[in-house]
């Protein structure tokens, strides 16, 4: 049984994992700096009141204006375009085929990692956005009004778009698995569904509103976008001190599930082939036992461990919520519930660097030589000349991929914890009972952190 | 009275970390020497009276289409040689991801495989007409 979730239909490589002695130093520092956090946390918060310098207002508005925005909006729907062409029109080998590195590769994971550096870069860029206020204007214009759009439900808040995640996950690693490797058609197939789903919603509770909320692609990668630098208050760039803009984040329901899933699925995608592979395997037979097929099977054993996953990340950030009730002077559960979701983006962002950052260093070569020049894979366009170019597997040693998983798994830790102690400190004016709610969120991430280094360190296969 | 409890729970913390990477280490070493073989040991059939010598080249056969005894995984290490044989009942094409290695193994026939591991990580090597794994190499820095 050779499982080929989408990773290794693009790359045909993985990593090793990492080896014990490494495994054994990341949890020793992990401990070790978590007992230092909690003994030398400050007593005044420091990233929850906005620090930010605006820009100045010339550069602020230039890159603001009006045709900005239109060039941007228009580079996304391009690109969003073209890759659906390719997906459609392209070769069905996936390693060849534009469309699924630029969306699952370049997109999906480009847009965390660099959002999480330099603020929400999607946001300008998103194509559905795009597509609904173009088409708001031109309802101004021929109507003479603005559209009516029913309210949003407040208390749907994040859930349509924490939905929206597994279920694109779950096309990605799921419905890609067991041979029946996800064809750039199926991809770009779906991509159109999406969009239609998107616009419609939009139509309904209106562009802003629905991109806020609902649409998976802008509040997920907004999501890492709080931990950047750069952002927007009231209509003008800021300067803002790093991480600073997260406190803001988790304010509607569904966030916490939103960051649990993202947590989740990368898990189960690192877990599939490592650590639950027998259980998976395990699975895959009993359904075949009681007289499903094989792709059925595998299909359904795997949506059954990713939902499992899913629930055992929940379960464990919901121990840790329950164990802060009980300190005195506590919050309601929803309030904490919802108030310390954000502390979990950091390690959302350090499992994804950890599974995917070679992944992604590797594959974003093909996607500038190859699949830029042959984007269809046909074999005989070659627009850049660099069709013939291949990916340099020496770029990045084993031991490199290493040290930049286990250091972003124990940086992401060190983040989390600091705003978890800072959110503690709002919520429990007392320091001492702050500190004392905080044990509980310390063993939160020090159980996910772990765990993270414990998928690594599983030899998959 | 805080301080001192302070301090133990230090000391137990750093006691229980180097104690984890101390066990850790000492898993490394045991299963780096228990290790070493190149992972044909799987029940294989002995290769083909191949080159005198080198008796113990790992042959992956194939038959109608799948590897005998499922994805075979050899493992080596960065720098020396990676050397395997195919053999296989039909004509296949054997490519070596990653490497970008391909090479034909003939009807009833072996083909020999020999390039230095350069790349490190786990590659896959395949039938490319069929698109089906055979071998799992691992390559250790």
């Not at chain 1, 070790?32 to 003994?39: Q, Y």
């Not at chain 1, 779950?170 to 041979?179: I, P, R």
């Not at chain 1, 919802?338 to 599974?355: D, E, K, M, R, S």
């Not at chain 2, 042959?59 to 995984?73: A, I, K, L, Y």
């Amino acid at each position: 049984m050779s499982f080929l979730p989408l990773a290794h239909a693009l790359a045909t490589r993985q990593d090793l994992p990492v080896p014990a002695w490494l495994f054994a130093w990341g949890a020793s520092i992990v401990l070790i700096v978590s007992f230092f956090a909690l003994s030398a946390g400050w007593r005044e918060p420091r990233f929850e009141q906005p620090h930010s310098r605006p820009f100045g207002a010339g550069l602020s508005r230039a890159l603001l204006s009006l045709p900005a925005q239109i060039l941007c909006g228009a580079v996304g729907v391009f690109l969003f375009g073209f890759a659906i062409y390719a997906g459609l029109e392209g070769t069905v080998a996936p390693d060849r085929n534009f469309a699924l590195t630029f969306i699952f590769v370049t997109c999906w994971l480009g847009f965390p990692f660099f959002s999480a550096i330099f603020g929400d870069l999607f946001r300008p860029f998103n194509p559905w956005r795009a597509i609904g206020r173009a088409a708001g204007a031109g309802f101004r214009a021929i109507a003479g009004q603005r559209a009516a759009h029913l309210t949003y439900p407040e208390r749907l808040g994040r859930w349509p778009a924490a939905v929206g995640l597994l279920a694109v996950v779950w096309l990605e690693v799921v419905y890609g698995s067991g041979g029946a490797i996800l064809e750039p058609e199926v991809a770009a197939t779906a991509a159109l569904v999406y969009t239609v789903y998107a616009l419609a919603m939009m139509a309904v509770f209106g562009t802003e509103e629905w991109c806020d909320r609902g649409e998976v692609f802008s509040v997920y990668f907004g999501m890492f976008g709080r931990l950047g630098i750069f952002g927007t208050r009231d209509g003008r760039l800021e300067r803002r001190r790093p991480f600073s803009a997260a406190t803001t984040w988790a304010t509607v329901p569904g966030s916490a599930a939103l960051v649990l899933a993202s947590i989740a699925t990368t898990s189960y995608d690192g877990a599939s082939e490592g650590a639950f592979a027998d259980f998976i395997e395990t699975g895959i037979g009993w359904c075949e036992d009681i007289g499903l097929g094989i792709t059925a099977s595998i299909r359904l054993t795997d949506t059954i461990f990713m939902l499992l996953t899913f629930a055992g990340v929940s379960l464990v950030y919901w121990l840790g919520v329950r164990g802060m009730r009980t300190v005195p002077g506590a919050p309601s559960l929803a309030k904490l519930r919802t108030g310390f979701a954000h502390t979990l983006i950091p390690i959302a962002l350090a499992y994804l660097v950890a599974h995917y950052f070679s992944l992604f260093v590797f594959q974003e070569q093909a996607q500038f030589t190859y699949l830029l020049s042959d984007p269809l894979g046909t074999g005989t366009t070659d627009l850049f000349g660099t069709a013939s170019s291949g990916v340099d597997y020496t770029v990045l040693t084993a031991n490199t991929i290493w040290y930049v998983q286990v250091a972003a798994l124990i940086v992401g830790h060190v983040l989390g914890l600091m705003l978890a102690h800072d959110r503690a400190l709002v919520y429990w004016p007392d320091y001492r009972r702050a500190t004392a709610s905080q044990y509980w969120m310390l063993a939160v991430m020090v159980a996910f952190t772990c765990f993270g280094l414990y998928l690594l360190s599983v030899s998959n296969g | 009275m805080r301080d001192v409890r302070k301090l133990v729970l230090a000391l137990l913390v750093v006691a229980a970390a180097i104690a984890l990477a101390a066990c850790g280490s000492s898993d490394e070493s045991t299963t780096a020497s228990g290790n070493t073989g190149s992972g044909a040991d799987s029940g294989k059939p002995a290769p083909e009276a191949g080159k005198p010598g080198s008796p113990d080249v790992p042959t992956v056969v194939v038959r109608d289409g799948e590897p005998v005894g499922g994805v075979q995984e050899l493992e080596y290490s960065a720098g020396e040689q990676i050397r395997f044989r195919v053999s296989s009942d039909k004509a296949e094409e054997i490519h070596v991801h990653g490497y970008d290695i391909a090479k034909d193994v003939p009807a009833g026939g072996t083909v020999e495989f020999d390039f230095p591991a350069e790349l490190e990580g786990i590659y896959e090597a395949e039938l490319e007409g069929l698109g089906v794994q055979i071998a799992e190499l691992r390559i250790n820095p």
